[in-house]
């Protein structure tokens, strides 16, 4: 079984929907959370970046983890054609090292 | 500040030869990591480099294997390709020791022919 699972997606919605992307994990020893934006031949990008329990806000962007159930989300407001892209999630422990990522979801918003 | 630069961004090669990827890190940021990105996968942990050395390993077999400078960037060698090597390879690079998140550069793609 994997470490980190993702919802598979791929996700189609149309402008200005609420998109909802959800990982979840299960190894205690991960702290840190992360979600990346990846464009098609293009580096995975950093979106938001999170330690404890709860949520961070940026712009339209709404990252939430409940570590209690192992279980990380990422919400789109006002989704735009530009976020058309691939989302990955991925988790690090307090260590210095390597992050673990998911498979990704592919998200598609039609205009 | 110039990000995490790749090089080639693209190479062919075929079954058996050795492959040669370039990196360099942010401006200050002295480890490198890279990652394996087959077609549809996630990102997989290949190597991590911190001041010149080795500090872990992901789950790949001996012939992938890299080198850190004293500038802090970083090679990755892949000898005796197989057309399952074809895949887009990722480097990323933090401050030493930093908890805080990796950035990425847009990676080298290899195709194996």
């Known amino acids: 079984q994997k470490e980190v699972e993702q919802d598979p997606g791929p996700l189609s919605v149309p402008e200005g929907a609420i998109v909802s992307l959800n990982c979840t994990y299960s190894?205690?020893?991960?702290?840190?959370f992360m979600w990346y934006r990846q464009y098609s031949r293009k580096g995975p990008e950093l979106l938001m970046y999170?330690?404890?329990?709860g949520n961070k806000e940026d712009g339209r962007f709404t990252a939430q983890v409940d570590k209690s159930s192992k279980y990380i989300s990422l919400f789109i407001r006002d989704s735009q054609p530009s976020d058309s892209a691939t989302y990955l999630c991925?988790?690090?422990?307090?260590?210095?090292?390597?992050?673990?990522f998911g498979d990704g979801t592919t998200l598609t918003v039609k205009p | 500040e110039a990000g995490v630069t790749q090089s080639p961004t693209h190479l062919i090669k075929t079954r058996g030869q050795q492959a040669t990827l370039r990196c360099s890190p942010i401006?200050?940021?002295?480890?490198v990591y890279w990652y394996q990105q087959a077609l549809g996968l996630g990102l997989q942990f290949l190597l991590w480099y911190d001041e010149g050395e080795e500090r872990n390993r992901g789950n790949f077999p001996p012939r992938f294997s890299g080198r850190q400078f004293p500038n802090y960037s970083s090679e990755l060698n892949v000898n005796a390709l197989e057309l399952e090597d074809s895949a887009l390879y990722l480097c990323a690079s933090t401050y030493r020791g930093d908890v805080q998140p990796q950035h990425f550069g847009d990676g080298t793609r290899l195709s194996i022919l």
């Open positions: 999170t330690y404890s329990s």
């Open positions: 401006s200050g940021h002295t480890s």
């Open positions: 991925a988790m690090r422990g307090t260590n210095a090292g390597k992050s673990t």
């Open positions: 190894n205690s020893a991960f702290q840190y």
